[in-house]
Structure formats: C-alpha cells, structure tokens
C-alpha cells in the first residue's frame, strides 16, 4: 500500500519537477506503463527493471546511467549517442541496434549485441561476457575492458582500442584490421579466420589459436609478421 501510494504521488507530478518528472517515469514503468511515458523523454537514470521492452522508441542519447536493467528489450532501437556508463545490463538484447557513440564506460555488458551497429562505442573499463556476433565495432574503445567468453565471432572491429583490455572468448572471422591491442592479454581465445593485419600488439599477451588467420603486419615487441 505504501509503495503504491508513493507511486501515485510520483504520478501526480507536473513539469515544476523534473527530477521527479524522472522518478514519475521510472515509477510508470516499473508499473508496466511504458505507453504513458512520454516519447520525448530521455532521462532513466537509476532505473531498475526486468522484463521491459524498449521496441518501436527511439531512445537516442538517453541517459540510463547506474540503471539495473535485466532481460530488457532493446531490440532495433535506435540508442545513439545514449549514456549506460556504470549501468548493469544482464542477459538483454540490444540486437541490431542503432549504438554508434554509445558510452558503456565502466558497464556490466552481460548481454546480446547482434549484428548492432556499434562504431565508436565506449567500452572502457566495462565488464561481462556480451555477444557482439556479426556487429560493426569500428573504432570502437575497449581500453582495460575485462571481457569474460566474449564473442567476436564476425565482427566488425576495424580500427577498434583495445589496449590493456584483458579477454577471453570466441573471435572467429573476426576483422580486427588495425587495431590497437598494445598491452591487452588475450588468454583461451579462438582466433580461427580472423583478420589482423596491422594490429600492434606491443606488451600485449596472445595465448590463443590463430587458425588460418591473417596476422600480416602485426607488430610484436620486437618484429613485424611478416619479417
């Protein structure tokens, strides 16, 4: 009763307030309102939320910052230049969505990225295991990312940041051409058709099966490949 009289204030709120304009938002769709919020609005965050799906609004440059959003449907959206940094996003799906400029600095990313479009994409310091199979990742950053059984499997990463990051996981076909793995350690990883040319990886760690991939003009400490 009291969480629903809260609720009900928070509802009754007009635009005087707009933190509360965001709480009130947040309260319409933890309450299974999304039709009531308002198509323009941006702010989410803080939200908590499961089972909520995001289809059909376009949410480009909204703010779900510090948010816990589990088993959220993201799918095709349009989210560009929206802000997740610090947000938790477990087993949802942001499948073939619009992410170019996305800031997930400092997120948990447990969740499906597939075939989105990702160019530019801030992952530094996220965490996880998210599936990127078949997205565009094009200079994208990973700088000191910790990526459990992540998948690259097709990918896209040309010119991706990836320096100090430190992965697991499936990168099959993946194309990494020029990209920075300068310092990024890269253990249990399949690399079998991958594209790597160019890629420097300095100080960087590859304990990884290279299987017909293509590693001309990767750069070692101490030589090019090909001599």
Known sequence: PEA???ANQLLALTASDLNG???RAIALIRLGRMSEVSADWRDFD???ADSVDFSGRDLAQASFRGGGLTE???KNVNLSSADFTGAILDRSDLSDAELTDVSFVGAEV???????NLMRADFDQASGHPDFTGATLTDAVFTSAE???VKFDDAKARGANLAGACMRGSFLRAD???ADLREAVFMEATWTGAILRNVDLRGGTLESYLEDSDITGMRFDDRTYPA
């Open 4 to 6: 629903l009289k809260a």
């Open 147 to 149: 990526l459990a059984w």
């Open 21 to 23: 304009l965001r709480q």
């Open 176 to 178: 990494l051409t020029d």
């Open 46 to 48: 803080g939200l908590e």
């Open 72 to 74: 959220v449907n993201f």
């Open 110 to 116: 447990s969740s499906t990225f597939h075939r989105s």
